[in-house]
């Protein structure tokens, strides 16, 4: 199974997102890829051979397949595509992940003061990393890259955006700052996933 996995990613066309002729976004801004999507696509090819237990932790908890280390991950699938894996793990799973730990953090605050408003939850969380609303970030972000001003949003267009705000908090902020938010995101992703694999099982580290 692990040969298998990492011949899938060496082998893919990370530029145009091709997976059995089907196309699909699978590299955010040319710099995050999109390691988990490829992997759901890599698996279904693997019906019967993966374990579903070993399926379900890699695709829901980012641990790699039995036999394959993180450093060989690295070694396998080249400098290159790893640094683009590691953008996303950043940029768009440990982003996700400090999201929703200010938006607890909003959460708690508000409530014990009686006040329960999801929306204000939502929005004060990007005020707070972001330094806007919502809608006007969004609105902005689809003008950098010539989308349509739409009332609906998609899951590509999501990761996309999110992957934006991490390059505008990296840009804008200071770096200690951002350092801290980092820590506070990986902190908050560790929490979400528990005790289920450790080290070079696990794909990407949560220290």
């Not at 683009?84 to 929703?100: F, I, R, S």
């Not at 607890?104 to 806007?132: A, C, P």
């Not at 949003?153 to 991490?166: N, S």
Request: charged share 25%.
């Amino acid at each position: 199974m692990a040969y298998s996995f990492t011949k899938g990613y060496r082998n893919v066309d990370y530029s145009l997102g091709i997976v059995e002729r089907v196309h699909v976004c699978l590299c955010y801004s040319g710099e995050a890829f999109d390691w988990i999507l490829l992997a759901e696509r890599l698996c279904a090819d693997l019906t019967g051979i993966i374990p579903g237990s070993e399926y379900e932790t890699m695709i829901f908890y980012g641990c790699l397949p039995e036999g394959l280390t993180s450093s060989e991950l690295k070694q396998l699938v080249g400098f290159n595509k790893y640094r683009l894996m590691l953008n996303y793990w950043y940029g768009v799973v440990v982003e996700e992940a400090l999201q929703l730990s200010v938006e607890n953090e909003v959460r708690k605050e508000t409530v014990g003061k009686g006040v329960i408003n999801y929306d204000y939850f939502d929005e004060e969380m990007f005020h707070r990393l972001y330094g806007s609303d919502r809608m006007s970030l969004l609105a902005e972000f689809r003008n950098a890259y010539g989308v349509k001003q739409l009332d609906s949003i998609d899951l590509t267009e999501i990761k996309e955006f999110t992957y934006w705000l991490f390059k505008l908090r990296i840009r804008t902020l200071a770096p200690a700052r951002v350092a801290s938010d980092t820590r506070k995101g990986l902190k908050s992703l560790k929490k979400l996933l528990g005790g289920n694999c450790y080290g070079e099982h696990r794909i990407f580290s949560l220290e």
